[in-house]
């Protein structure tokens, strides 16, 4: 029997956990959906993640409420997906921050971006009437950008690590209390999509400079929280094992003249005994073995994702 596509039979409400990992730094976890997070200024706060529709993102805000009422300044956005940025209307007149590359390819693709996770993931789609259009960020940087946030509060650093699971992905970094928050370049005990990955720069180089902060707690882009370093060494060694079989089947696959289907079936196989369990992996894969073929095949950037092209993909692969 064909499986439901993508994520459009997750229907159930996730329970939400909001957790305190330090003073004024917050994260707020949904059962493998994707994680957002706030860190308080000396009397503003900067937020990390928008979610999917404002309406999503108010009732993130009613959580963050409970243990601060001080205003949001600026907005982070880890990179350029829907369900990442589409509910910033949310933050009201919060600056709205993120990597070049993210805003370029919200004017290439986020129209097409936001009907493709919509039809897979309507879920997540709180009132969808609520987004007033794409997100526009107000301010974007190249390498890093550091928020004073006042008193005796230090800095946030914002940084780009390299490409990854997209091309404009950016981590939020705490150096006085070693808390990283590292967006979709990391999950814990969750599936990753790289339908829009430069794989074999992220299991590298990408991985090697998030590896490098030494992060104590780790807020990845789905998933638990890692607390210490040997958990945050297994989240990031858990991402970067994903990424080697996934590489290692495909390369194998397409050496030997096999087909994309070949290269999937061999994927699922490799990975499903440690990987399929955990949320959205059966909804990934398809996806983000046809972006790898594409890679090991010489196609630079990610083709652009259309319901259409989604269909198709999961058609050939996943049925």
Not at 129 to 138: Q, R, V, Y
Not at 189 to 213: I, K, M, P
Request: proline share 5%.
């Amino acid at each position: 029997m064909p499986r439901p596509f993508a994520s459009s039979a997750d229907l159930a409400e996730k329970e939400q956990t909001l957790e305190v990992l330090a003073d004024g730094v917050y994260a707020l976890t949904a059962e493998g959906d994707p994680n957002v997070g706030a860190i308080e200024g000396e009397d503003f706060l900067v937020c990390f993640e928008a979610l999917a529709t404002p309406a999503a993102a108010r009732r993130w805000l009613a959580r963050l409420r409970e243990h601060t009422a001080k205003p949001v300044k600026y907005l982070v956005l880890s990179h350029y997906h829907a369900v990442r940025t589409l509910g910033a209307a949310a933050f009201g007149d919060a600056t709205i921050i993120a990597h070049d590359r993210t805003a370029a390819l919200i004017r290439e693709r986020g129209k097409e971006d936001w009907e493709s996770e919509y039809a897979r993931m309507p879920r997540l789609f709180e009132e969808p009437a609520s987004i007033p259009g794409l997100t526009w960020p107000d301010v974007t940087f190249s390498s890093t950008l550091t928020i004073d946030l006042g008193g005796d509060r230090g800095d946030l650093d914002l940084a780009y690590c390299g490409r990854g699971h997209t091309e404009g992905d950016i981590v939020a970094w705490l150096p006085r209390q070693h808390i990283l928050f590292a967006g979709d370049l990391v999950e814990t005990r969750a599936a990753l999509y790289t339908g829009d990955a430069f794989h074999q720069e992220w299991v590298s180089g990408t991985l090697d400079h998030v590896e490098s902060f030494g992060a104590r707690t780790l807020v990845g882009g789905r998933g638990a929280m890692a607390h210490g370093r040997e958990a945050v060494r297994d989240a990031i060694a858990q991402t970067r094992r994903f990424l080697e079989v996934m590489i290692g089947e495909v390369r194998e696959v397409r050496d030997g003249g096999g087909t994309l289907k070949d290269a999937f079936a061999a994927v699922h196989a490799a990975l499903a005994p440690d990987y399929g369990r955990w949320p959205i992996f059966e909804h990934c894969l398809p996806f983000d073995v046809s972006r790898l073929w594409d890679e090991l095949d010489g196609v630079e950037r990610p083709r652009v994702w259309t319901p259409e092209r989604d269909r198709e993909v999961w058609a050939e692969l996943q049925d």
